[in-house]
Structures are given as C-alpha cells and as structure tokens.
Nanobody, 114 residues
Framework: VQLVESGGGLVQPGESLRLSCAASGFTFRNSRMSWYRQDPGKERELVASISSDGRTTNYADSVKARFTISRADYKNTVYLQMNDLKPEDTAVYYC????????WGQGTQVTVSS
C-alpha cells in the first residue's frame, strides 16, 4: 500500500495550488480518501474527505468554499484543489486511506507567504 503526494510549493496569498495523491496496492475505488495537514507544533487536522463513490465530501470549516476534494478512480488518484490560499494554510499536507489501520503518504509542503 502506497500513497504519494505531489503538487505542493510556495505561493503568495490569494493564489491556488492543486495537490495530487497517487495510490497503489489496494482497491482505490472502494476506499474513502482524506487530506490532512500539519503545521510544526500543532496536531494533524482533517482538511477534507471524499466517499468511495465520490458523492459525499466533507471539509474543515477553515477551508470550506476555498478547497475542493475530488477523485479520479481510473487514475487511482485523489486531488485537493486549493484556491484563495492564506498564510494560515501553510502546512505539510498528507493523503490518508483507511487501509491497514490508516495509511499515510510522505506529505507535501505548502507554504503561503508574501
């Protein structure tokens, strides 16, 4: 089971990024997928999740109306479109699948700074 995140970077406030998480080693289409983030010194927090059929999504209040989670089962990939980024969105973003008690990727750094 492997999750590989990509797409992070350094952006200015108000700009956008799209994160990707490529999954392998399990039946992706049957799995709920989530994005979390963690800033140094803080607990890891749930940012967004999407059901296995893609019909149900949930977001942290802090990112509602700015972030969109989606999935492409034919690519075994889940995305996080992040718009109107703010400095407080700065964190390492992790992909999660509820496999083997919870599987994490290595994370991708997002830094929002002017």
């Amino acid at each position: 089971v492997q999750l590989v995140e990509s797409g992070g970077g350094l952006v200015q406030p108000g700009e956008s990024l799209r994160l990707s998480c490529a999954a392998s080693g399990f039946t992706f289409r049957n799995s709920r997928m989530s994005w979390y983030r963690q800033d140094p010194g803080k607990e890891r927090e749930l940012v967004a999740s999407i059901s296995s059929d893609g019909r149900t999504t949930n977001y942290a209040d802090s990112v509602k109306a700015r972030f969109t989670i989606s999935r492409a089962d034919y690519k075994n990939t889940v995305y996080l479109q992040m718009n109107d980024l703010k400095p407080e969105d700065t964190a390492v973003y992790y992909c999660n699948a509820p496999i083997n008690g919870g599987t994490w990727g290595q994370g991708t750094q997002v830094t929002v700074s002017s």
